[in-house]
């Protein structure tokens, strides 16, 4: 069985590997497992342990939400946490999606449903993931970081295509390998 997910690629810019860096050098005594700047994405569909004879309707289904789907760009700005806020789990840059993200999210969502894939029940909350938090004694300097970068604009993200990812958990991070691209094929090329 394979670990299976579909997500957008984030190509970070200069300024997302500046906040990274700086997130890492001041809170560089705490146990936070940082995401790598080439993983970042925004999960579609988490399918978890897969059989590999249900894969073909997977890529069948998403080559279907492709093909329906338009190129779009959407906006990072920001950054927050998930969870209590004395204790928090993730750290997060935030997205201005506009209409484009939530878009493909559902023509996914829709494409999957007949294969029994029903939509997260959850509100999808569009976000990268680039800390997860195992302990931390400094909330404060976090905190500090958050109010200090709560309104920056790190750039735009163009997004012509998303993919079906692998992802196999290592003691050092996930490693995610790309099985297939689906490229966004309406409209006008983003």
């Given at each position: 069985m394979k670990r299976l997910f579909c997500a957008l690629k984030v190509r970070p810019t200069e300024?997302?590997?500046?906040?990274?860096?700086?997130?890492?050098?001041?809170?560089?005594?705490?146990?936070?497992?940082?995401?790598h700047p080439e993983n970042l994405h925004i999960t579609l569909k988490f399918f978890g342990d897969t059989p590999g004879h249900k894969e073909p309707a997977i890529v069948e289904a998403l080559e279907q939400?492709?093909?329906?789907?338009?190129?779009?760009?959407?906006?990072?700005?920001?950054?927050?946490?998930?969870g209590n806020p004395r204790m928090p789990r993730v750290i997060w840059l935030g997205i201005n999606q506009g209409a484009?993200?939530?878009?493909?999210?559902?023509?996914?969502?829709?494409?999957l449903e007949p294969l029994g894939h029903l939509?997260?029940?959850?509100?999808?909350?569009?976000?990268?993931?680039?800390?997860?938090?195992?302990?931390?004694?400094?909330t404060e300097t976090l905190r500090g970081l958050i109010e200090e970068y709560r309104d920056t604009v790190?750039?735009?993200?163009?997004v012509g295509e998303f993919?079906?990812?692998?992802?196999?958990?290592?003691?050092?991070?996930?490693?995610?390998?790309?099985?297939k691209s689906f490229r966004m094929v309406t409209g006008d090329s983003y």
């Open positions: 300024a997302v590997r500046e906040v990274l860096a700086d997130f890492r050098e001041t809170m560089a005594g705490e146990r936070i497992k940082w995401v939400a492709a093909a329906a789907a338009t190129p779009f760009h959407f906006q990072l700005k920001g950054c927050g946490t998930f484009g993200l939530k878009n493909v999210y559902h023509k996914v969502n829709r494409a939509p997260d029940k959850k509100l999808f909350v569009p976000h990268l993931t680039v800390g997860r938090i195992k302990h931390l004694t400094e790190f750039g735009n993200v163009p993919f079906l990812f692998q992802s196999t958990l290592r003691p050092e991070g996930p490693e995610y390998r790309v099985l």
